[in-house]
Each structure stands twice: as structure tokens, then as C-alpha cells.
């Protein structure tokens, strides 16, 4: 466990505890604490999730413009429900990511656990969009990730950071109450 984990986690952590609270400042928090991690599972030679944390590098602006950008036309997003073919199509396209990223890796790395890691990767994408777009979906499928996730570090002996995905599932556990709680909350 190094000083990068260590403040990764801790980063990663206040950034999940802030979505869970709505505070938009989830955002900036969520692009320090993916960049931390992105470093620390390259060096565990986990290239799928280390390429995820790049892309979550992106979302997070996308998410902060999502969740702060009123203007006169539209008003910042609420959180809201998917439609059963919206939830279809979100997790056919993480299967189809998965696939081709495993694919992928399986061919041209020397990664650890190719498969695995890449269909982590392809639902989280579709589980960061959906977090991104206030969708209460996000969070049953952040809590599958992270229990996934939580083995995979272990098995990897990155135990600090299955701790943090530890408290990830705590957490996806609170936003999916406290978002179906939301007064504000809208069918798609």
C-alpha cells in the first residue's frame, strides 16, 4: 500500500459520499480521486480499469456541466427514473463494451484478468453515465461493481483499495435511499 493509494481512497471516497449528497462539488473531488486511482492500477496492471479512470476523467466534467449548468432554457438535472428499455439498452451496451474490451486486452496485454476487468469497465461506464444524468438506476449497478470489484482487489492484493470499493457499495447503498427518497424525483 503506497501514499498514492492511501490519498487515492481517501479522495475517491469524499467524491462518492458528495454524489450521494448531491453537492456538485462530487465533480472536481471525482477527477483528483480518478486520476490518483488511474495510476495506482496501472502499476497492478489492470490497463481496462486504469483506461476507465481516463474516461471517468471526462464524465466528471460532463457531470459537474450536467448538474450545475442552469440556464435560461433548461434547469440544472434532478434525479430521476429510467424507463425499463432505457435500463435494456444501457446494460446491452456495457455487455457489448465488455466484450470488445476483453477482447482486446485478452489479445494485446499481459493484464490481470482481462475479462473481468473489462466488464467491470463497460457496466461502469454505463453506471457513471447514468450517476452523470441523475438516473436512481445508477446506483443497484454501482453496488453489483463494486462487490465485483471488491474480489477482483483482493485477489490483486490491492487490499486498501477493495477497502475503498468496500465503502463505495456502503455508499451506492445510501445514495440508491436517499435518491428514491428525492422529492424531486421525475420519470424519464
Same mark, same amino acid.
Given at each position: 500500500? +503506497?501514499?498514492?493509494? @492511501?490519498?487515492?481512497?481517501?479522495? +475517491?471516497?469524499?467524491?462518492?459520499?458528495?454524489?450521494?449528497?448531491?453537492?456538485?462539488?462530487?465533480?472536481?473531488?471525482?477527477?483528483?480521486?480518478?486520476?490518483?486511482?488511474?495510476?495506482?492500477? *496501472?502499476? &497492478?496492471?489492470?490497463?481496462?480499469?486504469?483506461?476507465?479512470?481516463?474516461?471517468?476523467?471526462?464524465?466528471?466534467?460532463?457531470?459537474?456541466? =450536467?448538474?450545475? *449548468?442552469?440556464?435560461?432554457?433548461?434547469?440544472?438535472? !434532478?434525479?430521476?427514473?429510467? !424507463?425499463?428499455?432505457?435500463?435494456?439498452?444501457? $446494460?446491452? $451496451?456495457?455487455?457489448?463494451?465488455?466484450?470488445?474490451?476483453?477482447?482486446?486486452?485478452?489479445?494485446?496485454?499481459?493484464?490481470?484478468?482481462?475479462? $473481468?476487468? /473489462? &466488464?467491470?469497465?463497460?457496466? +461502469?461506464?454505463?453506471?457513471?453515465? @447514468?450517476? &452523470?444524468?441523475?438516473?436512481? =438506476?445508477?446506483?443497484?449497478? @454501482?453496488? #453489483?461493481?463494486?462487490?465485483?470489484?471488491?474480489?477482483?482487489?483482493?485477489?490483486?492484493?490491492?487490499?486498501?483499495?477493495?477497502?475503498?470499493?468496500?465503502?463505495?457499495?456502503?455508499?451506492?447503498?445510501?445514495?440508491?435511499?436517499?435518491? *428514491? *427518497?428525492?422529492? /424531486?424525483? #421525475?420519470? /424519464?
Amino acid at each position: 500500500m +503506497s501514499g498514492l493509494e @492511501w490519498f487515492a481512497v481517501l479522495v +475517491s471516497a469524499l467524491s462518492v459520499w458528495l454524489t450521494v449528497k448531491q453537492n456538485a462539488w462530487c465533480w472536481p473531488v471525482g477527477l483528483v480521486g480518478v486520476l490518483l486511482l488511474g495510476w495506482v492500477l *496501472r502499476d &497492478a496492471h489492470l490497463y481496462s480499469q486504469m483506461a476507465l479512470q481516463g474516461v471517468y476523467a471526462v464524465l466528471q466534467v460532463y457531470g459537474w456541466w =450536467q448538474w450545475t *449548468r442552469p440556464d435560461d432554457t433548461r434547469e440544472a438535472r !434532478k434525479v430521476s427514473l429510467l !424507463k425499463p428499455a432505457q435500463v435494456s439498452m444501457g $446494460l446491452l $451496451l456495457g455487455v457489448l463494451v465488455s466484450v470488445a474490451l476483453g477482447a482486446a486486452m485478452s489479445t494485446w496485454t499481459e493484464g490481470e484478468q482481462p475479462w $473481468l476487468d /473489462a &466488464a467491470i469497465t463497460g457496466f +461502469s461506464l454505463v453506471a457513471q453515465w @447514468w450517476m &452523470a444524468q441523475k438516473r436512481v =438506476q445508477c446506483w443497484p449497478l @454501482w453496488i #453489483v461493481i463494486d462487490l465485483v470489484c471488491i474480489g477482483l482487489f483482493l485477489w490483486q492484493g490491492l487490499f486498501l483499495t477493495a477497502g475503498l470499493y468496500a465503502i463505495f457499495t456502503l455508499l451506492a447503498i445510501q445514495g440508491l435511499r436517499e435518491w *428514491r *427518497r428525492d422529492p /424531486a424525483l #421525475v420519470s /424519464a
